[in-house]
Antibody
Framework: QVQLQESGPGLVKPSQTLSLTCTVSGGSINSGDYYWNWIRQSPGKGLEWIGYIYYSGTTFYIPSLKSRVAISIDTSKNQFSLKLSSVTAADTAVYFC???????????????WGQGALVTVSS | SYELPQPPSVSVSPGQTATITCFGEALAKQHAHWYQQKPGQAPVLVIYKDNERPSGIPERFSGSRSGTTVTLTISGVQAEDEADYYCQSGDTNGIPVVFGGGTKLTVL
């Protein structure tokens, strides 16, 4: 059974960098069948896709966050990570990592999700 | 941020049929997927590639597509189906993932 688990600080100061890691167990991250995604949900709001990384290192970010986001992958540890710089209170959200099963090139659906990690941006 | 339009809320009585729709030009050419999210939990995939049901998802969940509209249908709604439901696809400008705004299903 595939499992994903987010880890990282739950509190980040404004203007600093938010860092989260997703550890994947029960399956290899080094597969061409999947995209490895970060998705967030602000309190009381809907789901917002942040971006994904492919096992080869290819990334795709949502344009509104592209200047502040970096997603990396460590296949030796079966982990992938999110960095979001220059955070503000608007970045306060539950951050989910999710496995995206590839449908076509660049298109996927999310068959496994982490439980989510609440990150609060506050001084 | 870009969202696929969904009705904000749908209410049905137990045993009735709930239909939740999602609209978008991109849906005419790309698959849609649906997620159920209960409070405090991660979303769960209930329909993928328009009408495929993952293992473990009850048969009362089904999906369909007509032109630029996709529909999630829950037949014989049960109290445990009360949740938020999100559609997901790509968009016409090359963004791989776009979510719908979400629909809150209330079981009366």
């Amino acid at each position: 059974q595939v499992q994903l688990q987010e880890s990282g600080p739950g509190l980040v100061k404004p203007s600093q960098t938010l860092s989260l890691t997703c550890t994947v167990s029960g399956g290899s991250i080094n597969s061409g069948d999947y995209y490895w995604n970060w998705i967030r949900q602000s309190p009381g709001k809907g789901l917002e896709w942040i971006g994904y990384i492919y096992y080869s290192g290819t990334t795709f970010y949502i344009p509104s966050l592209k200047s502040r986001v970096a997603i990396s992958i460590d296949t030796s540890k079966n982990q992938f990570s999110l960095k979001l710089s220059s955070v503000t209170a608007a970045d306060t959200a539950v951050y989910f990592c999710a496995r995206g099963r590839r449908v076509t090139i660049e298109r996927c659906y999310f068959d496994y999700w982490g439980q989510g990690a609440l990150v609060t941006v506050s001084s | 941020s870009y969202e696929l339009p969904q009705p904000p809320s749908v209410s049905v009585s137990p045993g009735q049929t709930a239909t939740i729709t999602c609209f978008g030009e991109a849906l005419a050419k790309q698959h849609a997927h649906w997620y159920q999210q209960k409070p405090g939990q991660a979303p769960v995939l209930v329909i993928y590639k328009d009408n495929e049901r993952p293992s473990g998802i009850p048969e009362r969940f089904s999906g369909s597509r007509s032109g630029t509209t996709v529909t999630l249908t829950i037949s014989g709604v049960q109290a445990e189906d009360e949740a938020d439901y999100y559609c997901q696809s790509g968009d016409t400008n090359g963004i791989p993932v776009v979510f719908g705004g979400g629909t809150k299903l209330t079981v009366l």
